[in-house]
């Protein structure tokens, strides 16, 4: 992958005075092994998910594109978590990618090996079931309820300000309109769900493929 305006070597110290940057607490030593460790690794998944969206060049990874880095910083902690199990290196990330992207994506939560984020402010996500080809707009959630964690299916979009919440199953290719909320509730795939009277919703059949005009699918 090509790295614009970077070499391997320069995005780990680029990646590492962030960190120290933003937590000046004496750990830049193990950051800095942690990160330059993994980076391959991280580099890779962040190929094969950048590289599958339509509007983005693939092969090419600009750390000035908001929700291209934000995915690497994502990846980057989930990639060491997974091989150290040492969350020093992985919280300070995504702290980092907190402050920066005004998102919350735990470290642990195993996204798919292709998503796309169309702005992140404002996005949390839970530890829940997540399918590929996710799509996720600013101020969207998905949350857990009494402990349980929704399961989301193979593409399935999450226009601005909607929520996935609680014991349910987003089948797949299910489109949230803006503003609909999911909570404990299933969706029957291959629809768009609208907001209905007194919390029900509404399911109307997909009339044309939006995930082929975000995704080289």
């Known amino acids: 992958m090509e790295l614009i305006d970077h070499?391997?070597?320069?995005?780990?110290?680029?990646?590492?005075?962030?960190?120290?940057?933003?937590?000046?607490?004496?750990?830049?030593?193990?950051?800095?092994?942690?990160v330059a460790r993994h980076m391959d690794e991280a580099l890779h998944r962040t190929d094969r998910c950048i590289s599958a969206v339509r509007m983005w060049a693939p092969g090419r990874f600009n750390y000035l594109n908001s929700s291209q880095y934000c995915i690497y910083l994502y990846y980057l902690a989930n990639t060491i978590w997974r091989h150290e199990c040492d969350a020093n290196v992985p919280t300070r990330l995504f702290c980092l990618n907190k402050a920066?992207?005004?998102i919350d994506l735990f470290y642990e939560i195993e996204m798919p090996e292709v998503f796309f984020i169309g702005h992140s402010v404002g996005i949390v996500l839970a530890k829940a079931t997540y399918g590929n080809y996710f799509v996720?707009?600013?101020?969207?959630?998905?949350?857990?309820?009494?402990?349980?964690?929704?399961?989301?299916?193979?593409?399935?979009?999450?226009?601005?300000n909607t929520a996935i919440i609680g014991r349910s199953n987003v089948g797949a290719n299910t489109i949230?309109?803006?503003g609909t909320g999911v909570i404990n509730r299933d969706t029957p795939g291959n629809c768009v769900a609208y907001p209905g009277e007194s919390g029900s919703l509404v399911f109307k059949t997909v009339k044309r493929a939006v995930l082929e005009d975000i995704f080289r699918v």
């Open 7 to 34: 070499t391997r070597q320069s995005l780990i110290d680029y990646t590492c005075a962030q960190v120290a940057s933003f937590f000046p607490d004496g750990r830049n030593e193990l950051v800095r092994t942690h």
């Open 100 to 102: 920066l992207n005004a």
């Open 136 to 160: 996720l707009y600013q101020n969207s959630t998905v949350g857990k309820n009494h402990g349980i964690a929704p399961v989301i299916g193979d593409g399935v979009v999450m226009y601005p």
């Open 176 to 178: 949230l309109s803006q």
